[in-house]
């Protein structure tokens, strides 16, 4: 494999996508890059498909026993890894990053790491997080014991995701926006221009550890370039002037990348939905009657033929996908009854929008700029529209679109987006998305756009994940259950499960396609 080391890989994408810092960062776009740049103490397997969403020891010796009922765990620190700045890590830096996920806020502090011991105190005053009792190092053993304020059956799920990365205890507790934080991965982040360029060069001190957490890359440089549209993306990987993109491509080009370059082009069905969500503060869609209208009116087939047809995409009437736990075929969103969607029904979506009275009032949709997400846009402007309402579209950087839909401040009534799960567990759809949790007034990361919180909701999904404890197919069967009452409620309106397509240039070998990360591109080469 020496052979294929070396050269610079050329990434694209039409944008940016906010902070590079990985503990605050929540998206696809830079999680894929945060696998390369960063550790935890665990990682999800860099591997293919379903291997991917295995977890393994990262910074970590090994995966320990619970103790304690499921309550306490203790990690014994792997030795002589070190950060791109050349110092190694340790226990300190542990738990000082695990302080720093709540002394900047983050976005998951609240969802993912609030079963901690002193998470609660952390949560009321972040600036003064010191998770005593929660997270205890002890720098002679090379152990941190993390003790659970309950069981969590998630615990090592959410110790894998780029939220947990371990970072210098010296960096800032606030965003670190576009100045690189040393990190331990094969790559670091040597520059970040969100206008133009993100630069990964070799980490100097990075000595393999673990193939299946971390293996070496082969390429010397990662260069991720921000600013061609998706069909000048497609032009220059056909022309091998770049070897990847991330949006997806023109449905326009999706007949030529098929059959002239179908050998460079990798089609892979994704654990992932498109959705609107609705939001459940502000009119209409305070009123759930519009919202259930909605999802009656729409053509899910009409969005499958947008996104590039069904070769591509099918449609979603839920919110779990299809082969994810917990999910059920289940519509209630369609003309004649079925598990799944067949046809919309308009005569029973004017009929509720009648009843609401909330006809002739404006609705303005916000899309990213960006083809598939405005053309969603514009067909749900349609319909909108001939459900008697003042439609109209706004489409924005998908660089910032991704924040402004999650800030209340923005008073974003319906947007287009997407959710690609942290790990595989249902509650990382229903939990972080609908949970009252999920929501905090003017945060930018506030990931539950519908602003929906529900009480008697909230304890059917923290009762499913008690139950998950000790009875993971029982909680899966309560999951299911959950996931059609978030359809009844509807604050968000389902619209497809996409597959991936990767279209990458002729220079490019090895590609390798995680359901956690999708493209694995360290392990790729360029000849």
């Known amino acids: 494999m020496a052979q294929h080391r070396g050269g610079t ?32 103490l665990l990682a999800f397997k860099k591997a293919n498909l379903d291997n991917g969403f295995t977890v393994v020891p990262d910074l970590a010796a090994a995966l320990p026993e619970p103790q304690d009922g499921g309550k306490t765990y203790v990690f014994t620190l792997r030795k002589g890894i070190k950060f791109s700045n050349g110092d190694e890590v340790t226990v300190k830096d542990v738990v000082a990053s695990f302080q720093r996920i709540f002394k900047i806020v983050g976005p998951t502090a609240g969802t993912f790491y609030n079963k901690i011991v002193g998470a609660d105190a952390c949560l009321k005053t972040p600036d003064g997080c010191t998770l005593e009792g929660g997270v205890v190092g002890d720098d002679g053993a090379g152990t941190v014991t993390f003790h659970l304020a309950q069981p969590d059956p ?55 550890w673990s193939t299946e957490a971390q293996p070496d890359g082969f390429p010397d440089e990662i260069h991720y370039d921000f600013g061609l549209t998706e069909e000048a993306a497609i032009t220059a990987i056909e022309n091998g002037q770049a070897d990847w993109m991330y949006d997806a491509a023109p449905a326009d080009r999706l007949n030529e990348i098929g059959t002239q370059y179908a050998d460079q082009t990798h089609v892979t069905p994704l654990t992932a939905f498109w959705y609107a969500p609705m939001n459940t503060n502000l009119e209409p869609f305070n009123d759930v009657r519009v919202r259930r209208a909605l999802n009656y009116a729409i053509d899910r087939n009409q969005i499958v033929n947008l996104y590039g047809g069904p070769v591509l995409a099918q449609p979603s009437c839920q919110i779990l996908p299809p082969n994810f736990p917990g999910h059920v075929d289940s519509c209630i969103y369609t003309k004649e009854p079925s598990a799944k969607w067949s046809a919309p029904d308009f005569d029973k979506a004017k009929a509720l929008v009648k ?42 950087s998908s660089q910032i679109q991704g924040t402004y839909i999650k800030n209340s401040n923005n008073n974003v009534q319906i947007s287009i987006t997407q959710w690609y799960p942290d790990y595989p567990a249902a509650s990382n759809f229903l939990y972080v998305l609908l949970s009252c949790a999920s929501f905090t007034p003017g945060s930018d990361n506030a990931q539950n756009s519908a602003q929906f919180c529900d009480q008697g909701f909230d304890a059917k999904m923290n009762a499913a994940l008690k139950q998950a404890i000790s009875d993971p197919e029982g909680a899966n069967r309560a999951w299911a259950d959950i996931d059609r009452e978030a359809m009844e409620k509807s604050p968000v309106l389902p619209l497809i499960t996409p597959k991936h397509v990767d279209f990458v240039s002729k220079r490019l070998g090895n590609f390798v396609f995680s359901n956690q990360f999708l493209f694995v591109f360290s392990q790729a080469w360029v000849k």
């Not at 590079?20 to 740049?37: A, C, E, H, R």
Request: no cysteine.
């Open 154 to 208: 998630e615990f090592f799920f959410k110790l894998a995701v780029p939220h947990a990365s371990v970072v210098p205890a010296s960096t800032p507790s606030k965003d670190q926006g576009t100045t690189p934080i040393p990190g331990t991965g094969p790559y670091m982040i040597e520059s970040y221009n969100p206008n133009t360029r993100m630069t990964l060069l070799r980490n100097p001190h990075f000595k393999e």
């Open 355 to 396: 009843e609401s009275g909330t006809a002739g009032q404006s609705v303005q949709i916000i899309a990213a700029d960006e083809a598939v997400s405005k053309a969603i846009g514009t067909y749900l402007q349609s319909v909108l529209t001939d459900l008697g309402y003042e439609a109209s579209v706004k489409a924005i």
């Open 9 to 40: 890989m050329r990434l694209l994408a039409v944008a940016a996508e906010g902070t590079g810092d990985p503990q605050i960062n929540y998206s696809l776009k830079n999680w894929q890059v945060f696998q390369y740049t960063y550790d935890g």
